[in-house]
């Protein structure tokens, strides 16, 4: 039997979203910028879902900006504060997903802004000393620091640095595409400027996600070649998987305690079973604590000959769960968040298992033995 735990790099498509979709793929053809009548009832779809998407985040409907993803909006965010806002550094992290810090990259390669690395204190949580620093002085600036790790499950105090960004007069751009339907969001409160998400970590489909920019901000397109998204993303929207993102969050809303319940206990049963089975286990960034990413476990093997081979062992074995971030696979140093927040050890297999609404107690029975009999 295959027992899927790789819930942070995607998650399977709930039925009820896939339902939703159907009628839309169906019916629901016209292209939503054409003034006759099929296209005006797609327009009318994809705006019902942006007002029931921003229902739930407490914020104007006209803050949503449909995309492709968590990537796309990542990207969105800091080139636009670069190109259209004035922007001449970016605030970052090392370990922050590398949508976001190979962006920060390119942008001081391609346009000259100044990247300032914030340190990180041994827990993996941002330094705001060190970042209230920062801020004191420079130029223009924009910080991007994730909501949540999607490696090591480090949860940052958003409203502490988003708090520190208005005191300084600096933009705050949050990658919270591992939190967001896992966690609520009170966007009419909370001090950030731009958030990102992806609907396939929620159980919706893939290539849809949006970036919400704060009303009187206005960035320019990124993607030229038509005005849809009022003109910040150009190109037909895809109105059934837009669907499916307002879809999915119906879906989380309608059941978040329960689900964080779920996945509490299957973590905290997993964790258990790992700390039985090796007393020398590690979880990388103190994942299995109560004030982590409750989504994800990042478990530090004990040295072992066949550390090494562990995910593709555990592959054969039935059990899917990766080293780190999807984003990153084929990459042959290892997990860039492991070693800039100097938790990587190359005696020791480092994996990540990660849990969704379909995760079972049986995944879990099943992933330990077949963990017991790869580590045996």
Not at 41 to 66: D, G, M, P
Not at 97 to 108: D, P, Q
Not at 144 to 169: F, K
């Amino acid at each position: 039997m295959n027992v899927y735990l790789d819930n942070a790099a995607t998650t399977a498509v709930a039925p009820e979203v896939l339902e939703a979709m159907i009628p839309v793929l169906r019916e629901s053809y016209g292209n939503p910028s054409s003034s006759h009548a099929i296209g005006r009832k797609t327009r009318v779809i994809i705006e019902q879902s942006r007002r029931l998407i921003a229902q739930h985040l407490n914020c104007h409907s006209s803050c949503i900006y449909f995309t492709s993803g968590g990537t796309e909006a990542d990207n969105l965010a800091l080139r636009g504060a670069v190109r259209d806002l004035g922007c001449e550094r970016i605030i970052t992290s090392e370990a922050e997903h590398s949508a976001v810090i190979k962006t920060a990259r390119s942008l001081e390669r391609s346009h000259g802004i100044q990247l300032d690395l914030v340190k990180h204190h041994e827990d993996g949580t941002v330094d705001l000393d060190h970042l209230e620093e920062l801020l004191v002085s420079g130029p223009k600036t924009i910080v991007s620091i994730m909501h949540a790790n999607n490696e090591v499950a480090v949860v940052q105090d958003i409203h502490a640095i988003g708090s520190l960004c208005r005191d300084a007069n600096a933009l705050f751009h949050s990658d919270t595409v591992q939190t967001m339907c896992h966690y609520t969001f009170d966007l009419e409160s909370l001090p950030v400027d731009f958030i990102a998400c992806s609907a396939h970590k929620f159980h919706g489909p893939k290539g849809v996600g949006f970036l919400y920019i704060r009303k009187g901000i206005h960035l320019g397109g990124q993607i030229e070649g038509g005005s849809q998204e009022r003109a910040v993303r150009g190109g037909t929207e895809s109105t059934h998987n837009i669907v499916g993102l307002a879809a999915a969050f119906d879906l989380a809303y309608a059941e978040l305690e329960e689900h964080e319940r779920h996945i509490r206990h299957l973590k905290a049963k997993m964790a258990k079973g790992l700390k039985l089975l090796f007393p020398d286990v590690r979880f990388n960034g103190q994942s299995d604590e109560e004030s982590r990413l409750y989504t994800v476990l990042n478990v530090s093997f004990p040295p072992h000959p066949k550390s090494g081979m562990a995910l593709f062992l555990l592959d054969l074995e039935g059990v899917s769960c990766s080293g780190g971030s999807a984003c990153s696979s084929g990459a042959t140093l290892g997990s860039h968040v492991l070693r800039s927040l100097k938790f990587h050890d190359p005696e020791r297999a480092s994996l990540r298992f990660s849990f969704g609404r379909f995760s079972t107690d049986r995944d879990i029975d099943i992933a330990l033995k077949a963990i017991e009999r790869v580590f045996a």
